[in-house]
C-alpha cells in the first residue's frame, strides 16, 4: 500500500483535538488532515477529503460521533471521554476498531496508529489467507508477545493498583522496581487497555499521571 494514511479528527474541542492532530501528524506515514468540530463539517471533510482514518468523539454540538463514523464506513477510533459501557459497546459493535478514554497517555494513541498501520499493510489488497487475516487482527488488537518476566512484573503493577489509584513512583515503590520500569510496564498496559490514565493537577508545576485498573 502506498502514500501516507490520512486522518481526520472530529472533535468540538480545539485543544484536545490540536494535541491528537501533533500525535498522528509525528508519526510517519500518516498525514493529519484539518481537525473539524461538529458533525456536519465532519461529513463535508469526508466527502471532499477522502481520509483513510477518522478519530471521532462521541458528543458533537450537532450530532453523535458514532453515527457519523457507521454512516462512513471508513475505518475510525473512538476517542471519547465517555467511559458508560452501553456507548462503549454501541461504537464497537458500530466497527470502531478501537475505543480510547480520554484523557489517555498519548503513547496509547501512537501504539494504535502504529498497529492500524500495519494491519493495513497485512490486508492491502486483493485476496488473503486465514493466516494472514488472523495475523492481522493479532497486529491490531493483540500485540507483541509479552515475555514471561515481562508478564510477571506487569501483573505485579496490575495487582498493586488493586490497591488503589497510584501514581508510576508509588507504584515503583509498592512493586519494588524502578521509576523507569514501572513507567515502561505501564506505557504496555495502558497501550493495551488494561491500566487507565488520567491527569492530575496540583497547584503548581507538571501534572502528575495516575494509573488506575480499566
Sequence with gaps: MTGDIRVLI??????VSGIHRDIVAA???FEALPPVRDASSARTAIRDLRPD????DVYLPDGDGIEIGRESGIDRFVLSAADDVPTIRRALGSGALHYLVKPFDPRALQDRLDRYARFRNLLSSG?????TIDR??????????TTPARAGTQQLILD??????ASSVELAERVGVSRATAQ?????????GAVEVALQYGSAGRPEHRYRVS
Aim: no cysteine; charged share 25%; aromatic share 2%.
Design 27 to 29: 508519526r510517519a506515514g
Design 184 to 192: 515502561r510496564h505501564l506505557a504496555e498496559l495502558a497501550a493495551r
Design 53 to 56: 482514518l477518522l478519530l471521532l
Design 127 to 131: 485476496s488473503a489467507t486465514q493466516e
Design 10 to 15: 472530529v472533535d468540538d474541542d480545539f485543544r
Design 160 to 165: 498493586a493498583l488493586a490497591e488503589g489509584e
Design 136 to 145: 492481522a487482527m493479532a497486529v491490531l488488537h493483540g500485540g507483541a508477545a
